[in-house]
């Protein structure tokens, strides 16, 4: 009779993971990495995850998790404008980085980089978290409708998306730079730029 998975191995190894992977990338990381590096048997990984990429999948919604507890708050809180909210989303994302050294990037975008379509499970799930993140920007542009600060709703989707995809720019550039000033760029150039374009005044 198979044993029951112990949540605290599953832990350990998500932890490590996404440790390794965010350092890495996935592809220089070998599973007997992963193991080691969680302090558990090579043989036990499989007791949790039947591949390599259904362990990336589950390391990549463990790495969204965590950017919706921790700042998925500041993108819903009524008391503040909708505009104002992105900032703070994306200060608190860049304090996230400058933690790092800006030398890791964004697990995310990393991965995007290195996931083909051998990487099947992975890769669908990377595309549905970039959804999810792209669903949280445009229900925070929506909110913007008062007379000054008004976003169509059909250019929410495609807003959110080119904010994102500025914003993984900036983190891309600032790893190769180590350095914090592609992500200063984003916050006063870059985001205050194309929300003025549909007419939202940070």
């Not at 860049?94 to 990393?110: E, I, Q, S, V």
């Not at 995007?112 to 999810?132: F, K, T, V, W, Y």
């Amino acid at each position: 009779m198979p044993r029951p998975a112990n949540p605290l191995v599953r832990e350990s190894l998500l932890d490590a993971g996404l440790t390794l992977f965010h350092a890495r990338g996935f592809n220089a990381v070998g599973i007997k990495e992963i193991t080691d590096t969680a302090g558990v048997p090579k043989g036990s990984f499989y007791s949790y995850y039947s591949s390599k990429n259904a362990f990336a999948a589950a390391v990549i919604d463990r790495f969204w998790t965590g950017i919706v507890r921790d700042h998925g708050p500041i993108l819903t809180d009524s008391s503040t404008p909708p505009a104002h909210r992105l900032v703070a989303f994306f200060e608190a994302l860049t304090r996230d980085n400058a933690k790092r050294g800006f030398a890791l990037g964004c697990l995310l975008g990393n991965l995007a980089l290195e996931l083909s379509d051998d990487n099947g499970e992975a890769r669908l799930r990377l595309a549905a978290i970039m959804e999810q993140w792209s669903d949280l920007i445009a229900a925070c542009l929506a909110q913007a409708g008062s007379a000054d600060d008004v976003v169509a709703t059909t250019e929410t989707t495609d807003l959110a998306a080119m904010i994102i995809e500025s914003w993984e720019g900036a983190v891309m550039r600032g790893r190769v730079d180590q350095s914090r000033a592609p992500y200063d760029r984003f916050l006063t150039v870059s985001l205050p730029r194309l929300l003025n374009a549909v007419g939202v005044s940070v």
